[in-house]
């Protein structure tokens, strides 16, 4: 097979996006049922070779740089859009993979610039006949509900994980990562790009609430540069200031991990998500998880988690407060935690994955 993919986001973005591309790359060089992986970088026309070292390690010789010029395109069996980027005319069949429909359902989360290039993309893979691939049941059904795609048409692979994300780790390594960062445990962690759906307001207000509650720990907060973020910021800078919270900027995925390992609690109360990948890394880790149970977060967490209302900061100070307090609760969330990741590692997710390939190409 001759797979085509547009591996921009994988070099020129963060988030969760990008994540899902860069891990669908390096499954798919890993795997023997692909003999070439030709990668596009559609946001840019070109990149070099070198470019793609540098984000995704080294290149096996099944991996191919090329520019989205027709006679490359023709000659493919497949091309699989990971991102918002349709190829130009020419590629025979096409996957393109549908995040979530947060500009639909919620509009007021997004920048009009991002609503109206998220829909462009999904019209544009549909009126082109794409085979759409959710990254999840939650995201299949929104599908459905807000596009009136038949429940069949949509198939549903989940994002894979990095194996990084492990609960075996080199803990003096992470001791050393964390301290880098002016981290010290005990702490309380979240993780998610700064922009109004991934719910800060309500977690800062919960954290505020707590207090004593939360003895000696720090709110560590992981946070990508996201929009309309303004008057988030300026609330954590204050927190930063007072101690209560270390915020962090972007970070690579083994320093991450070793946050995630030692972390005692992972919260992440976002009000919509096509999948949450953040839960699924915090799992695999082993660190116990406090998210929504909303959208696709119980399907991602299932009774691995505790599950609250995004909207009640009470809610999710009180979730916060009894895992802190329950070390025994925190070991069987970690247990179950481990179990439910094993879920979204690549070797399950694989084939999947290429029995939609084989079905888009028929």
Same mark, same amino acid.
């Given at each position: 097979m001759r797979l085509g993919?547009?591996?921009?986001?994988?070099?020129?973005?963060?988030?969760?996006?990008?994540?899902?591309?860069?891990?669908?790359?390096?499954s798919l060089l890993g795997s023997a049922r692909v003999d070439e992986v030709i990668l596009f970088d559609l946001d840019r026309g070109w990149s070099r070779r070198d470019a793609f070292v540098r984000e995704l390690g080294p290149?096996?010789?099944?991996?191919?740089?090329?520019?989205?010029?027709? &006679?490359?395109?023709?000659?493919?069996?497949?091309?699989?859009? #990971?991102?918002?980027?349709?190829? #130009?005319?020419?590629?025979?069949?096409h996957v393109f993979t549908l995040h979530d429909l947060t500009v639909l359902s919620h509009p007021h989360c997004h920048t009009l610039d991002n609503r109206v290039r998220s829909l462009a993309s999904?019209?544009?893979?549909?009126?082109?006949?794409?085979?759409?691939?959710?990254v999840s049941k939650a995201t299949r059904e929104e599908a459905v509900?807000?596009?009136?795609? #038949?429940?069949?048409?949509?198939?549903?692979?989940?994002?894979?994980?990095?194996p990084i994300f492990k609960v075996a780790g080199d803990h003096g390594a992470d001791a050393?990562?964390?301290?880098?960062?002016?981290?010290?445990?005990?702490?309380?962690?979240?993780?998610?790009?700064?922009?109004p759906r991934k719910n800060f307001g309500r977690l800062l207000d919960a954290w505020s609430s707590l207090g004593g509650a939360t003895g000696a720990h720090q709110l560590v907060v992981v946070a990508a540069e996201g929009w309309r973020q303004g008057r988030i910021r300026r609330r954590l800078e204050r927190m930063t200031g007072d101690g209560s919270v270390?915020?962090?900027?972007?970070? &690579?995925?083994?320093?991450?991990?070793?946050?995630?390992?030692?972390?005692n609690v992972f919260v992440f109360p976002s009000l919509a998500e096509g999948f949450g990948l953040p839960v699924a890394e915090a799992m695999a880790c082993g660190t116990p998880v406090v998210t929504s149970q909303i959208s696709s977060m119980p399907e991602v967490a299932a009774d691995a988690a505790l599950l609250v209302d995004p909207e009640e900061a009470?809610?999710?100070?009180?979730?916060?407060?009894?895992?802190?307090?329950?070390?025994?609760?925190?070991?069987h969330l970690r247990d179950r935690g481990l179990e439910q990741a094993r879920f979204f590692f690549p070797e399950g997710l694989v084939p999947r994955l290429f029995e939609v390939y084989r079905r888009a190409a028929l």
């Amino acid at each position: 097979m001759r797979l085509g993919i547009d591996a921009g986001r994988a070099l020129h973005g963060r988030g969760g996006v990008a994540t899902y591309t860069r891990e669908l790359i390096r499954s798919l060089l890993g795997s023997a049922r692909v003999d070439e992986v030709i990668l596009f970088d559609l946001d840019r026309g070109w990149s070099r070779r070198d470019a793609f070292v540098r984000e995704l390690g080294p290149l096996p010789a099944k991996a191919v740089v090329a520019p989205p010029v027709r &006679s490359e395109l023709e000659g493919l069996n497949l091309f699989h859009a #990971p991102g918002y980027a349709m190829p #130009p005319v020419g590629a025979p069949h096409h996957v393109f993979t549908l995040h979530d429909l947060t500009v639909l359902s919620h509009p007021h989360c997004h920048t009009l610039d991002n609503r109206v290039r998220s829909l462009a993309s999904v019209t544009e893979a549909l009126v082109r006949g794409s085979t759409i691939l959710a990254v999840s049941k939650a995201t299949r059904e929104e599908a459905v509900r807000l596009l009136a795609l #038949p429940f069949d048409s949509v198939e549903v692979v989940p994002p894979m994980l990095n194996p990084i994300f492990k609960v075996a780790g080199d803990h003096g390594a992470d001791a050393t990562a964390a301290a880098r960062l002016g981290v010290r445990q005990p702490y309380v962690l979240a993780v998610a790009s700064l922009e109004p759906r991934k719910n800060f307001g309500r977690l800062l207000d919960a954290w505020s609430s707590l207090g004593g509650a939360t003895g000696a720990h720090q709110l560590v907060v992981v946070a990508a540069e996201g929009w309309r973020q303004g008057r988030i910021r300026r609330r954590l800078e204050r927190m930063t200031g007072d101690g209560s919270v270390v915020k962090i900027g972007h970070i &690579s995925d083994d320093v991450l991990a070793a946050l995630y390992r030692r972390a005692n609690v992972f919260v992440f109360p976002s009000l919509a998500e096509g999948f949450g990948l953040p839960v699924a890394e915090a799992m695999a880790c082993g660190t116990p998880v406090v998210t929504s149970q909303i959208s696709s977060m119980p399907e991602v967490a299932a009774d691995a988690a505790l599950l609250v209302d995004p909207e009640e900061a009470d809610e999710i100070a009180a979730a916060i407060a009894r895992l802190l307090g329950d070390q025994d609760l925190r070991r069987h969330l970690r247990d179950r935690g481990l179990e439910q990741a094993r879920f979204f590692f690549p070797e399950g997710l694989v084939p999947r994955l290429f029995e939609v390939y084989r079905r888009a190409a028929l």
